[in-house]
């Protein structure tokens, strides 16, 4: 079964609009962590935010928030006030445990802004 | 603040041939993390080391090792290169609370 799940494979969005990027993902871990990284198309790997499983309010990174619903497991990203440089793929990721755990990443989300 | 550092940035091989790729990782992070992403594809995690030691194995080849040095860098061998080798490879440090993963820039192997 995947562990992540994202179902969007392609979303647009206009300037200064926001969205939301869909993941779900599947852990029968208590302690768990949720990621969510941006690639644009030059390849580096960027991280915009964190959620750990016992968290109880949603993480915010200025224009990113995370819309956690622990019993729906599910982590959608929020992007507020799109920007033009936002056009990259999205990936959600899952650490499962604690310590020294690699990521488990879903298939991404292409998100293209339009002006 | 220093990032981790990933040689090449580019490489082509031929086929049966080997590459060697190197990742320096962010100081004091102790854990290595080696991803491959083909074309199109999420990030698979292929191995990651803690200390020097193998902590953990994914979706490595046989014909792929990697090792950490002293210095905590890592160096990923991959031999007899197949055209479905070719991905960006990624290298990502760590601490103990597993927060902080950083990435690097990535390898992109290319092979003919």
């Known amino acids: 079964a995947q562990k992540i799940t994202q179902t969007q494979p392609g979303m647009f969005v206009q300037e200064k609009e926001a969205v939301t990027l869909d993941c779900t993902y599947d852990t029968s871990d208590q302690s768990y962590g949720l990621f969510w990284y941006k690639q644009p198309s030059s390849g580096e790997m960027i991280f915009l935010i964190y959620?750990?499983?016992?968290?109880?309010q949603n993480a915010t990174e200025g224009r990113y928030s995370l819309n956690f619903q622990k019993a729906r497991k599910s982590a959608n990203l929020v992007i507020s006030a799109s920007q033009l440089g936002d056009s990259a793929m999205y990936f959600c990721?899952?650490?499962?445990?604690?310590?020294?755990?690699?990521?488990?990443f879903g298939s991404g989300t292409r998100l293209q802004v339009q002006p | 603040a220093a990032g981790v550092i990933q040689s090449p940035r580019h490489l082509i091989k031929e086929k049966r041939e080997t590459a060697t790729l190197k990742c320096y990782p962010i100081p004091r992070h102790d854990t290595v993390y080696w991803y491959q992403q083909g074309p199109g594809q999420d990030p698979q995690f292929l191995i990651s080391?803690?200390?020097?030691?193998?902590?953990d194995k994914g979706s490595i080849p046989d014909r792929f090792s990697a090792q950490q040095f002293s210095d905590y860098h890592s160096e990923l061998n991959m031999s007899s290169l197949e055209l479905g080798d070719s991905a960006l490879y990624f290298c990502a440090s760590s601490t103990q609370d597993s927060y902080g993963y950083t990435f690097g820039s990535g390898t992109r192997l290319t092979v003919v």
């Open positions: 990721a899952m650490r499962e445990g604690t310590g020294r755990r690699a990521l488990t």
């Open positions: 080391f803690y200390e020097k030691m193998q902590s």
């Open positions: 959620q750990g499983s016992y968290d109880e």
